[in-house]
Structure formats: structure tokens, C-alpha cells
């Protein structure tokens, strides 16, 4: 059974949006746009949100979980390959042989996933495994 917000979704992935809003299908619009606030009023709490970005951050909406991963420089894009699990993605093919294990917060879909690459960061959207709110009765032994 699909949500109302999963209908929602499909019907605004189908729609052309008006010039400028094109960045609304973009997961990360969200996250610039504070950091732009956050550096024009609080340029101190900015330098720090900078300062933490080396590594990947993963956040998560109502049905995703997103993956931003800063790409090293050196990386051979036919080499880079992205394995996803429901619990963790892995990236190979990072300069050295080298691969990357995420741990992601919540269970995903691993066949239902989008990947790419821009301005150096591997964005990575993946979609929430519904969770177990169904209760099962289980037998009593008396």
C-alpha cells in the first residue's frame, strides 16, 4: 500500500518545474542554503560546520537516507564502484586499492538507489526499508 507522500513524490518527479526551481530536485539545496545563512550571520559557527566535512555524512528524511562522500583527488571514474548493503554501502576503487565502508542509521532498499558524482562529492540517495510495525501473535506455552 503506498503513502499519500509516496504518490506525491512520483508526481512531482514527473512534473517540469518552473526555471530556477530545478534546484528543488536536488537533495542537498536544503543544506546550502543554510550555510549560506549560517555564514552570513554566524561566520564563527561556519568556519566550524566547514571544519567537519572531510569525512562522509549521512542523513536521513522520512523515506531516504543520503550519503555524501568527499571523492579523494586521483579517482578513476570507470575504477570507483558503489556496493550497497541494507545495512552499509562500500565504495572501491579509491586511489590505493583502497575501500570505504558507511554504516547507514536505518535499513535501506539496496536496489533502489541513485548515485552521483558532482563537484568532487559522491551523493548517494537511498530508499528506507519500511519498518516492522506489523505485530505477529505468538504462541503462549502454558
Request: charge should be positive.
Amino acid at each position: 500500500m503506498t503513502s499519500k507522500w509516496d504518490e506525491l513524490e512520483r508526481w512531482m518527479e514527473g512534473q517540469k518545474l518552473p526555471k530556477g526551481f530545478d534546484v528543488l530536485r536536488e537533495p542537498d539545496w536544503v543544506e546550502q542554503f543554510v550555510r549560506k545563512m549560517m555564514t552570513k550571520s554566524l561566520p564563527e559557527a561556519a568556519g566550524m560546520m566547514q571544519q567537519q566535512d572531510d569525512g562522509p555524512s549521512v542523513f536521513e528524511t522520512h523515506h531516504f537516507v543520503f550519503v555524501k562522500f568527499p571523492l579523494p583527488s586521483g579517482v578513476e571514474r570507470d575504477s570507483l564502484r558503489l556496493f550497497v548493503r541494507e545495512d552499509r554501502i562500500r565504495i572501491d576503487g579509491l586511489p590505493g586499492d583502497r575501500k570505504e565502508t558507511v554504516k547507514l542509521p536505518k535499513p535501506v532498499k539496496p536496489k533502489i538507489c541513485r548515485a552521483l558524482v558532482k563537484n568532487g562529492v559522491l551523493q548517494i540517495k537511498l530508499r528506507k526499508r519500511p519498518g516492522g510495525a506489523v505485530y505477529y501473535e505468538a504462541p503462549i506455552r502454558w
